[in-house]
């Protein structure tokens, strides 16, 4: 037996193993880094490059400092339960973030910048002060989710049919007496939220939303809805409860893939022959 071929042969195997491990240690040790989860501004601030996940919720922050800027790799920033009134316009510099949430501040206003986060996914805003949406909103062609609940909104911009990949919209718990047609464009859109609003019509083109699943219109003065709203085809949760409905459309038969429909505290006295 040749002990010196052995001998070779495994410290070539213990060579490769021990560089395995290493490989592993190091693709380990990226990951924990990437997964960081920063809750100081100061530390933040001194590596700039590494934050990948930042979160100031529930920090009492009044202010957000421009140097938020320098976070060229940022991708999920949470401002939630803060006392935010307004946002630096370096928000704009955060080309990588995907998530951005707001939400529970007392922002009046968003600024113009907000635009230039083409990555962006989700934006969460709900229980904020604002009365207006800027129209470089309709900039964020990667947004997939948008809340905009418990604010003081009466009306959009029409940029928002830009929104071709947003799925939800939230807009509950607002001032919105109509809604704009250009809302039929966002033609991804599975679940839209519009309860707690002054809504006394809805748009024929609601019905272009052919991917909607999920449609909330509690509590608003609805007394009629459009026929176009049997087009929903994929519509299975439709929500219409404390409204001032007196009928309700035939084609509202349609909706085969319908699986909740909510309609106490109305006005009917009959429904279409359809529905039964």
């Known amino acids: 037996m040749n002990f010196q071929s052995i001998n070779i042969r495994l410290n070539k195997r213990l060579m490769i193993l021990l560089i395995l491990i290493c490989f592993s240690c190091k693709l380990q040790a990226q990951s924990n880094e990437a997964q960081t989860y920063y809750r100081n501004i100061t530390e933040v601030l001194k590596n700039p ?3 990948r996940i930042l979160n100031l919720s529930g920090s009492k922050l009044t202010t957000l400092p421009g140097e938020i800027g320098k976070l060229q790799n940022l991708q999920l920033l949470n401002l939630d339960d803060n006392q935010l009134i307004a946002l630096p316009k370096e928000i704009g510099k955060l080309q990588n973030l995907q998530q951005l949430h707001l939400s529970k501040n007392q922002l009046m206003a968003l600024p113009e910048e907000i635009g230039q986060l083409q990555n962006l996914q989700k934006l969460k805003l ?3 002060q604002l009365t207006a949406i800027p129209k470089e909103i309709g900039k964020l062609q ?4 948008l809340n905009l609940a418990h604010n003081q909104l009466a009306t959009l911009p029409e940029d928002i049919e830009q929104l071709q ?3 939800t919209l939230y807009l509950g718990h607002n001032q919105f007496n109509s809604i704009l047609k250009e809302i039929g464009q966002l033609q991804n859109l599975e679940s839209l939220g519009l ?3 002054q809504l006394n019509v809805l748009p024929k083109e609601i019905g272009q939303l052919r991917n909607l699943e999920s449609l909330g219109l509690d509590h608003n003065q609805l007394n009629v809805l459009p026929k176009e709203i049997g087009q929903l085809q994929n519509l299975q949760i439709l929500h219409l409860r404390n ?4 009928t309700l459309p035939k084609e509202i038969g349609q ?3 319908l699986q909740k ?3 106490n505290k109305n006005k009917l006295t009959t429904l279409p022959e359809e529905i039964a």
């Open 49 to 51: 490059q590494n934050v």
């Open 126 to 128: 709900y229980e904020n």
């Open 142 to 145: 990667n947004l997939q989710e």
């Open 165 to 167: 990949r947003l799925q």
């Open 195 to 197: 309860d707690h609003n």
């Open 243 to 246: 409204n001032q409905l007196t």
């Open 255 to 257: 909706l085969q893939n």
């Open 261 to 263: 429909l909510l309609l």
